[in-house]
Each structure stands twice: as C-alpha cells, then as structure tokens.
C-alpha cells in the first residue's frame, strides 16, 4: 500500500538552531517527491519537486534531499517566520493521485 | 512557480441554500485538478479529482450529490456545496496539476461558514 509518513509532528526550535524533517514514503515506482508550506488559514506553498533519489534542491535556509525510500528537509539557522506546517507528497508512475503525509508543525522561537 | 486563485476566500451562507467556490489556474492549463477539505489543525482530507471534460472522482465517503464538481474549461473546475448544513462548514482549498512537472499547486482555500 502507498504511504507517506511525516516525523516529528511537531517541531520546536530556537532561532538559529538548524535541524531537518522526515518525510518516509513507500510507493510503487515513484514519480516525484514535493514539498510545501502550510501556514495557518493558508493553502500550501510549493517549496520543491525531487524526482531521483541523490537530487538536492535549495531555497534559502531549506534544502530538500531525496533517498529511495525518504526525503529530509533541512531548515539551516531558522528563523520565526520560518514556523508553519511542512508537508511532503509523493505522486506515483502508476496513476494520477498524490499521497500526503500528514505534516510536521515548526515553531521557531526568537 | 505557477498560480491558481480561488473564489471567494470567506463564505457565509444559511443552511439549507447553495454555494460555489471556483478555481482557477492563471497561468497553465490543467487537465486535472483536486479539491480538499481541511479542519482546524488537520491534514489535507481529499475530496475529489476533476478531470476536464469528463465527470469527477469522489473519494470514498465524499457525497457527489451534495459536493457538484464541474471542470469545465483547462483552467477552471468548481464545487458547490447544494443545502449546505452548519457541518460542511470547513476550509475548502483546491489545486490544479501542471503537465509534464507532475507539480501540484493550491488555490488560497476558501472558508466556509454555514450558519
């Protein structure tokens, strides 16, 4: 069964101190990996799309890396406005549906 | 990166009439979008996949008679929610699929108050 599962729920930082999400997945023949960003009231923000395992994308402090069975989001020197809901998806070869994982919450305290 | 808009952000209504919320991809066509459903502090629930010119798939549990999804155009699907209750009061937001890339990108959401 296709699956995605987020780690940790929920997240709390000091500004400044740098650390990384989870984002598990198994799916049968993986055709890409997204990343977004979720604040309160909002819908999400499209942060990245990773598509083989080895690629690397970065934008600002996150960096987003993909493996053959997960993908990690490295927040560097966070900051508060940094905190918000991330959420990873990953959409199959095998049809046009996307799988959510559920989500990690990040406060980043000054 | 790609925009899709959604209409109208905020919503009241009074139980029992009507109400649609569209969505629109300004700058790409997409031959496939989704709607959501969202409560406080939850995940992304999806409702359906509107596909254009041909009718929607609803996921299990999602009424099709209650939540009408018309994808009329390459860049516009709609819902309505018909005799809205106070409990399809929620946060509704779609998305539209850019072709080749795969990526999925979402609407501003819409929050509907049902009173």
């Known amino acids: 069964e296709d699956q995605v599962t987020q780690s940790p729920e929920a997240l709390r930082l000091q500004e400044g101190e740098s650390s990384s999400l989870n984002c598990s997945y198994t799916?049968?023949?993986?055709?890409?990996l997204f990343w977004y960003r979720q604040d309160p009231g909002k819908g999400p923000e499209f942060l990245f799309t990773?598509?083989?395992a080895g690629e690397e994308k970065e934008k600002e402090r996150l960096k987003a890396t993909l493996t053959k069975k997960e993908s990690f989001l490295h927040i560097t020197a966070p900051k508060p406005e940094d905190s918000a809901t991330y959420l990873c998806?990953?959409?199959?070869?095998?049809?046009?549906?996307?799988?959510f994982g559920t989500g990690t919450s990040l406060t980043v305290i000054p | 990166g790609a925009v899709v808009s959604q209409h109208p952000s905020r919503v009241i209504c009074k139980s029992g009439t009507s109400v649609k919320i569209e969505c629109r991809s300004l700058?790409?066509?997409?031959?496939?979008m989704f709607w959501y459903r969202q409560f406080p502090k939850q995940s992304l629930m999806l409702m359906a996949t509107?596909?254009?010119?041909?009718?929607?798939?609803?996921e299990q549990g999602v009424e099709k008679d209650k939540f009408l999804i018309n994808h009329a155009s390459l860049t516009l699907s709609t819902l309505t929610v018909t005799s809205a209750h106070p409990e399809d009061s929620s946060f509704y937001i779609c998305?539209?699929?850019?072709?080749?890339?795969?990526?999925?990108?979402f609407g501003p959401g819409t929050r509907l108050t049902v009173t």
């Open positions: 998806a990953v959409t199959t070869n095998t049809g046009n549906q996307f799988y």
């Open positions: 509107s596909n254009e010119g041909s009718k929607a798939t609803y």
């Open positions: 799916v049968s023949g993986l055709r890409g």
């Open positions: 990773l598509y083989s």
């Open positions: 700058d790409f066509q997409a031959t496939t």
């Open positions: 998305s539209a699929v850019v072709p080749d890339s795969y990526e999925q990108y």
